[in-house]
């Protein structure tokens, strides 16, 4: 009968115990590096909200509603005119429904 060594473990033995390490390394770091991704992504959207927030804080208040323009004097071209340009400020913001509602009648009436 051939003598079995005793103590250390014999070529596969060793290749084994080496696969088995570098897997273990390697799903251990393919973990830490989800976790710190995961943190990083967090930390820039924490960030993106922050820069949001203080660019709305400083962004100015809008301006005060231009006054009414005056009624045209005779030609409908220059009421069309008139009227397009306020329904274009009143869809920028610039003029509030009540604003456009109040400048529209006063070009009307």
Known sequence: MIGRRVGRPGLVGT??????????????????????????????????????????????????????PAAPAAGGDDLIAKLGELGQLHQQGVLTDAEFAAAKQKLLG
């Open 15 to 68: 290749m084994a115990r080496t696969a088995v390490i570098a897997g273990t390394a390697t799903a251990t770091s393919n973990a830490v590096n989800r976790r710190q991704a995961a943190r990083a992504e967090q930390r820039a959207q924490a960030e993106a909200y922050q820069q949001e927030q203080a660019y709305a804080a400083q962004a100015p208040a809008p301006a005060a509603a231009p006054a009414a």
